[in-house]
């Protein structure tokens, strides 16, 4: 693979610079954390990297398998607190019994885990993304055996599928992103880099499909599905809005904002209003360089408010904004890793078999940040939590 690195850093050299947490993804042959985004630069190089994406992901203490029959149940499930990719190649220590490589478990808010058999497993040259619904009542994602999203009701067992075949070779690499809406009628799709293939958004009960602009990340959904939210982190941070979404030839109206500095987006505000951000000063040269926390108008995309984040473990490095907990209060993922500058990162330096990520929840007005719980992975994702997705 030297080769291969020698490309990129040459291509990075000449390309912007772009979310610190991607590159981490596009570079996992051994720069992770350093070097100048892929995405950006290389993005065929990218494909040939898809199959790096099965993402590592173990609590920190295993939930014991639930009576040797672990697989999700057909129905009767309570709501999820979160779901993670499993893995059976340990590089260090014993895989996990009933292990599934590259294959979803969900884990209930009572602490259940369960397999997820009829999601395809994210193994060779695709990434197949589950998504949870806001009251973690629903999940989506790719069903081996139909061939394109699903959508299934955790209580009831019922299920309802898109209405276009996605053929996973062409559609699940790089790295994608899946939102499902709070009732379940709606899922929307992406994945970055977008190559010729649109975004989409499925109306699973009309059974109708529209496309949306590549390479944005949906974090936010109106009710009625007529409004959705999106955000860009390279080479530029951005934040979209388009209305009027059906029927789906109808062009909609879009807003979109370049933002004057990069960003790390939280999923739309339980508002509908606010987007939270962390601010990412990273360079190529020092990396790991994460500021305030900031309030930000989705439309205009002025700061509505900023304050430093208080509480969080002095050693963290990367914070990822996910679930809205409250009004009050978001979902920060965050990692303590060690960052250097790419140039000092040795050629024949392997990554690690796992980071830490503690969960933390964090008080938009004051900035106060209290622990939640902690997990280990291999990156950032290969777990879902409920709602629409943060970026990144």
């Known amino acids: 693979m030297t080769w291969l690195r020698d490309v990129l850093v040459d291509l990075a050299a000449e390309s912007p610079r772009v979310d610190l947490a991607e590159r981490t993804i596009a570079t996992r042959d051994h720069r992770r954390r350093?070097?100048?985004?892929?995405?950006?630069?290389?993005?065929?190089?990218?494909?040939?990297?898809?199959?790096?994406?099965?993402?590592?992901?173990?609590?920190?203490?295993?939930?014991?398998?639930?009576?040797g029959k672990d697989d999700l149940p057909a129905r009767g499930v309570g709501p999820l607190s979160h779901a993670y990719k499993s893995f059976c190649k340990s590089v260090s220590g014993k895989a996990p019994s009933n292990c599934q490589d590259g294959g979803w478990r969900v884990v209930t808010r009572s602490g259940r885990t369960y397999h997820v058999p009829e999601a395809l497993p994210s193994l060779s040259l695709r990434n197949s993304p589950l998504a949870i619904s806001r009251d973690g009542?629903?999940?989506?994602?790719?069903?081996?055996?139909?061939?394109?999203?699903?959508?299934?009701?955790?209580a009831s067992g019922a299920k309802t599928?898109?209405?276009?075949?996605?053929p996973p070779k062409k559609w699940l690499y790089s790295i994608t992103r899946l939102m499902v809406s709070d009732d379940g009628r709606f899922v929307a799709f992406s994945k970055v880099p977008e190559f010729k293939d649109p975004a989409l958004l499925f109306d699973m009960r009309d059974?109708?499909?529209?496309?949306?602009?590549?390479?944005?990340?949906?974090?936010?959904?109106?009710?009625d599905g007529a409004t959705i939210t999106l955000a860009e982190y390279s080479p530029n941070s951005?934040?979209?809005?388009i209305s009027n979404l059906w029927p789906p030839t109808s062009p909609g109206n879009s807003t979109a904002v370049i933002l004057p500095q990069h960003y790390a987006f939280s999923p739309l505000a339980p508002d509908?209003?606010?987007?939270?951000?962390?601010?990412?000063?990273?360079?190529?040269?020092?990396?790991?360089?994460?500021g305030d926390l900031v309030l930000l108008d989705p439309l205009t995309g002025k700061k509505r408010?900023?304050?430093?984040?208080?509480?969080?473990?002095?050693?963290?490095?990367?914070?990822?904004?996910?679930?809205?907990?409250?009004?009050?209060?978001?979902?920060?993922?965050?990692?303590?890793?060690?960052?250097?500058?790419?140039?000092?990162?040795?050629?024949?330096?392997?990554?690690?078999?796992?980071?830490?990520?503690?969960?933390?929840?964090?008080?938009?007005?004051?900035g106060e940040a209290r622990k939640l719980t902690t997990f280990r992975a291999q990156d950032i994702f290969g777990i879902a939590m409920p709602g629409p997705p943060g970026a990144i």
């Open 34 to 67: 350093t070097a100048i985004s892929l995405l950006a630069a290389a993005t065929v190089v990218v494909t040939a990297l898809g199959g790096t994406l099965a993402v590592r992901l173990l609590p920190q203490a295993p939930t014991p398998a639930t009576s």
């Open 137 to 154: 009542r629903k999940i989506a994602y790719y069903s081996a055996k139909e061939g394109t999203f699903q959508v299934r009701d955790l």
């Open 161 to 166: 599928t898109a209405p276009m075949k996605l």
């Open 207 to 223: 059974r109708v499909v529209r496309e949306l602009p590549a390479r944005w990340v949906p974090i936010g959904l109106s009710p």
């Open 238 to 241: 951005q934040l979209r809005t």
């Open 272 to 290: 509908g209003k606010t987007v939270a951000a962390v601010e990412d000063h990273s360079t190529a040269k020092k990396p790991c360089q994460m």
């Open 305 to 366: 408010k900023t304050v430093p984040i208080r509480g969080l473990s002095a050693d963290v490095s990367t914070i990822y904004l996910r679930t809205w907990r409250s009004a009050d209060e978001v979902t920060a993922l965050t990692t303590s890793v060690r960052c250097r500058p790419s140039s000092e990162v040795p050629d024949d330096e392997t990554a690690p078999p796992y980071q830490t990520f503690t969960a933390y929840a964090v008080n938009v007005r004051t």
